[in-house]
């Protein structure tokens, strides 16, 4: 199983970024695929998933500005992310909830106020 996720950066307060996570070694369109993030001196929280059928789910303190989706075709779960705060700032990782939990190797994103 690998998760490669890219796309993070430094963006300014109010801006957007996508990220992408392509993955490999398990049959992706039946997997439910997350997104988390761990904040400097935080925990890892999680940002939200999106099952097999599409349907989503979201932390309170992402909902309606995060979106996440899956393009089954290319094995590939993006994170639109709008509206970023500084309080967004973090190394996003990429996860598949398998019969185990596999993380990729995370993507730094910083917003500036």
């Known amino acids: 199983v690998q998760l490669q996720a890219s796309g993070g950066g430094l963006v300014q307060s109010g801006g957007s970024l996508r990220l992408s996570c392509a993955a490999s070694?398990?049959?992706?369109?039946?997997?439910?695929m997350g997104w988390y993030r761990q904040a400097p001196g935080k925990q890892r929280e999680l940002v939200g998933f999106?099952?097999?059928?599409?349907?989503?789910t979201y932390a309170d303190s992402v909902k309606g500005r995060f979106t996440i989706s899956r393009d089954n075709a290319k094995n590939t779960v993006y994170l639109q992310m709008n509206g970023l705060k500084p309080e967004d700032t973090a190394v996003f990782y990429c996860?598949?909830?398998?019969?185990?939990?596999?993380w990729g190797q995370g993507t730094k994103v910083t917003v500036s106020s």
């Open positions: 070694g398990f049959i992706f369109s039946i997997s439910t």
């Open positions: 999106i099952g097999s059928s599409g349907t989503t």
């Open positions: 996860h598949a909830k398998l019969v185990h939990d596999y």
